[in-house]
């Protein structure tokens, strides 16, 4: 049997923890199959997006004698244990085996999670576990991922706003600006149709939300979102707060001028000659050998 470190989707891992549980149950366990459990447990009660998947027993019970505890008496049957662990795994599995776990999440979860405040990170964690049992609520919260993103890079530049009135297209003309993002500050046909289409976005958001999110009182005619209204507005709020932070981050670096070729480079990637003197590493293959 495989171990948990050649499983590369999901499903597998969901299936996989399942299955060590199901062996446990019928006694023709392995040896590994208890740290196998352990880690599977871990890894999808760690995620906003399964943990309220994960059948209750797993959730109480920490490892295989608490679990042993409590399925001889539930079910006294190997068939029925069979039968009732699957039942209870059918809800995670059918939901992973979903479009749900998108390339694009995964990309943003991975920025957030290395260079995203915790609050940032809890807002798109709350977004994804909301987008499927409740979308109109994953539309409100996609709306303030954005907007707490943009105060921050606001408050981390000192630029002052009103937290208390201003709307979210306004926070983000002014992130825009003061990242150099603002469709204005570029003369490139491109770059101002790509910026443009950011702003487009975010007032896209802002008028998706004010008509199927949970923000605002609803009528007996108001069209009621489904979760691929949700996946839309979550997946294009995370992917403008990848951008917009991924920026920040990267305006943070500190740049240097070669001392030989004059160039501008990151201080991270110059190498120190003599003195202060800064070189490329091109430059410093040819003077320094």
Not at 6 to 24: F, G, P, S
Not at 278 to 288: N, P, R
């Amino acid at each position: 049997m495989n171990g948990i470190e050649d499983l590369i989707t999901n499903v597998e891992r969901a299936e996989k923890l399942q299955n060590v549980l199901i062996a446990r149950a019928t006694h023709i366990s392995e040896a590994s199959d208890e740290d196998d459990f352990k880690k599977l447990r871990s890894y999808f009660l760690s995620k906003p997006e399964t943990k309220q998947l994960v059948p209750d027993f797993v959730r109480i019970n920490r490892n295989f004698d608490q679990f042993w505890n409590f399925i001889k008496y539930k079910i006294p049957d190997y068939a029925g244990r069979r039968s009732f662990i699957w039942a209870a795994f059918e809800p995670l599995i059918r939901y992973l085996e979903s479009s749900s776990n998108s390339p694009a999440e995964s990309s943003i979860d991975e920025t957030l999670e290395a260079l995203g405040p915790e609050g940032i990170n809890q807002i798109w964690g709350k977004a994804l576990e909301r987008k499927i049992s409740d979308p109109e609520g994953a539309i409100t919260i996609a709306r303030t991922l954005l907007e707490s993103t943009c105060k921050l890079i606001l408050d981390n530049k000192h630029i002052e706003y009103d937290s208390s009135k201003i709307e979210l297209h306004t926070l983000y003309k002014l992130t825009a600006k003061a990242l150099n993002l603002s469709p204005d500050q570029h003369t490139e046909r491109i770059f101002k149709q790509i910026l443009g289409g950011c702003s487009a976005i975010i007032n896209g958001l802002g008028t998706l939300r004010n008509a199927l999110g949970d923000a605002h009182g609803k009528g007996l005619a108001s069209i009621k979102p489904e979760t691929r209204h949700a996946e839309l507005a979550i997946n294009l709020s995370g992917a403008m707060t990848q951008f917009l932070i991924q920026t920040f981050e990267k305006q943070k670096e500190v740049y240097e001028i070669c001392y030989s070729c004059k160039k501008e480079f990151s201080i991270q990637v110059l190498i120190q000659a003599e003195g202060d003197t800064m070189l490329c590493s091109d430059c410093a293959k040819v003077l320094l050998g």
